[in-house]
């Protein structure tokens, strides 16, 4: 039970507001020395997991990819792109990528999607461009919230969509461990098929804070600030 110490290590740590990389290392680390490990074996389960996941190194390849296109514009395309459609708003917008995000995570695409490949240089500009096209200039505590809800988009979607997924390493882990200590023969569909319904209502709960969004952005302070950009504009 000492083990599970760890956790309340990331409670805390989350709770804090800390480096979310130093919270999980420290989290295992604790976990590990509670769980009778030395430190040199705690230093080789790090290295170990690490050599077993490679992928987790893939940004360094991705990053200056990524740059190069925004260097070159891609922002701003993505931007105009989004002007085009006069009905879609940035809550629209947003719960249309929840939607995508959470069906490509159920077929296990999971790298189709995500912070580093497309929100940040696609679905956060699109978003803002959604929302400056029908309010003016956006104030920088709205544009936040903006980013934050694109965000919160990709998260949702992924976490809930991949459960769905047959071959992910939690329904496999599962089954595994169930099978072999309780000697029953659990099926990964059961899992995923268990994991509809809690995917559906992410979807619904998640879809209707995003549309809500928009509500927000006809606030009054939002407003304001809409009409002189417009009135500068004019002038």
Sequence with gaps: ???????????????????????????????????GLSPRQVLAAFGTGFAASRSVTIFAI???????????????????????????????????????????????????FGHAQTVRPLAVPMAEGAAERRHGPLPPEIREKVRSFAASADNVGLFFGEDVFLAVGSILLITGFVNTTYHTHLEPLQLALWAVPTALCALAVHGWRLLRLDRTLRGAPLGTVARKGRKETAR
């Design 62 to 112: 991705t990053l200056p990819i990524i740059g190069l296109l925004e260097r070159n514009g891609l922002q701003e395309q993505a931007r105009r792109i989004v002007t085009r459609f006069a009905g879609l708003t940035v809550g629209r917008f947003l719960a249309l990528y929840l939607l995508l995000r959470q069906l490509t995570a159920a077929l296990g695409l999971n790298s189709v």
């Design 1 to 35: 039970m000492l083990v599970l110490l760890g956790v309340l290590v990331v409670v805390a740590g989350f709770a804090t507001k800390r480096n979310p990389l130093l919270v999980v290392g420290a989290a295992g680390i604790a976990t590990g020395l509670l769980g």
